[in-house]
């Protein structure tokens, strides 16, 4: 599956997981397994022998995105027209998501022949939330656009006249005598991803925060073949934009108890397993946690550290912060130098501004939580929590080609 088709198919946490297995399941190593936890998944390959000196190679990434979801009872009216009503989820860029193209798409559970059943829907119908015209606002482009998040980003979807409800649209997609019992239903950017820039050096999709880092180590996981004696794991957690702290999140025990029963499967099948604890192969392991980084903005260079701005192609961002907002310290950097180095791969450093928050990532948590050295990495972009966000070609391709080193590398760092 190539990058494009993966941005255009995975507009939810549920439809990146679908994306993530298909492309997973396309290399030719087929000795894996994958655990799925709602809108999380993480693939594990085994090396041709567990022993004392196994550890675990792991990329880390999440599948979720800043967006509108609707409410359970979102349905309203006014001016001859349905609209939805959404909560946010994140921190979207409100101004962004108006007069686009929507479309809406989730999981749905129902009941059938008494039984829970659950289905990844996706609507053909396009939704919209119009801006105020000019006319009515007349101070708008000297003051500035300000969005009320609970009274100005209604989606409207149809016309007084039609369905009266929107669960009334859900149901629609059960089978015959199904019940739907609920919903986790969003919108999205129904524009599809596409090259830009005079050389095609540029993507422009929705999503790319953090698509394009699932995207890279699903493509170099599903390339690489079995170790010696390390395991190949990539893992993408849900709910970061939101504080990582659900059973799908980076904060919970999805890693964890993948990596317990991995282990425990050698340990019941095989003489010469690891008998170490789990805590000391963590230790000894190494983890990449891949999220998208902020590039210097050529219209806004002063909004950067003027020694740490990446620039768009200038290769993989190691991100660095006192504060602890990312995971790296001098050990994992040092160990990511080398692999950049090793591998013919260029790296530049983003440290945020003094008096400026700084935002954070899956590293953090799995780090702290398990005691993996990691290091927090991302691909240079632009809009990044836009509706429509920007990155290089040049910078997804590099940062493939460094999750690829990380599972193939015979001396890792």
């Not at 349905?75 to 009503?85: E, I, K, Q, S, W």
């Not at 986790?184 to 050389?199: E, K, S, V, Y």
């Amino acid at each position: 599956m190539d990058f494009f088709e993966f941005l255009n198919k995975s507009v939810t946490p549920y439809h990146t997981v679908d994306s993530l297995k298909g492309l997973v399941d396309s290399g030719k190593d087929e000795k894996f397994q994958l655990f799925e936890r709602g809108g999380a998944l993480i693939a594990v390959r085994p090396p041709k022998e567990v022993c004392s000196d196994s550890k675990f190679r792991i990329a880390l990434a999440h599948t979720d995105f800043p967006t509108l979801k609707i409410t359970p009872d979102p349905d309203g009216a006014a001016a001859g027209v349905r609209t939805l009503h959404p909560e946010i989820y994140g921190s979207p860029l409100f101004t962004s998501w108006l007069d686009r193209d929507l479309g809406y798409a989730g999981l749905i559970a129902y009941e059938q022949d008494g039984r829970l059943r659950t289905k990844l829907v996706r609507g053909e119908k396009l939704f919209r939330i119009p801006q105020l015209a000019v006319h009515l606002n007349r101070g708008v482009n000297q003051d500035g656009l300000k969005v009320n998040p609970q009274t100005d980003l209604n989606a409207l979807w149809t016309a007084i006249g039609g369905k009266e409800n929107f669960t009334d649209a859900l149901a629609a997609e059960l089978p015959a005598g199904a019940k739907l019992l609920d919903f986790d239903i969003q919108l999205f950017d129904a524009q599809p991803a596409q090259l830009g820039g005079f050389d095609d050096e540029w993507i422009y999709s929705g999503r790319l925060d953090n698509l394009s880092s699932c995207h890279a180590i699903a493509e170099a996981f599903a390339a690489a073949l079995a170790l010696e004696k390390d395991f190949q794991v990539a893992a993408f957690f849900n709910n970061e934009e939101v504080g990582s702290e659900t059973r799908e999140g980076a904060s919970g025990n999805f890693l964890k108890s993948v990596f317990e029963e991995v282990l425990s499967s050698f340990t019941q099948t095989s003489k010469r397993a690891c008998e170490r604890s789990l805590s000391s192969i963590l230790a000894d392991s190494f983890a990449l946690s891949i999220d998208m980084a902020h590039a210097c903005h050529p219209n806004f260079v002063q909004k950067h550290e003027s020694n740490h701005a990446p620039v768009l192609g200038g290769g993989v961002v190691l991100k660095v912060n006192s504060q602890k907002r990312y995971a790296s310290d001098v050990f994992s950097n040092a160990r990511f130098k080398l692999l950049c180095e090793q591998s013919n791969i260029p790296y530049q450093t983003f440290v945020m501004r003094n008096d400026m928050p700084c935002g954070s990532t899956v590293g953090p948590a799995i780090s702290a939580s398990l005691g993996i050295p990691t290091v927090d990495i991302g691909e240079p972009m632009l809009s990044m929590h836009s509706i429509r966000e920007m990155t290089a070609v040049a910078d997804h391709e590099k940062m493939t080609k460094l999750v690829s080193a990380l599972y193939g590398s015979s001396n890792l760092p």
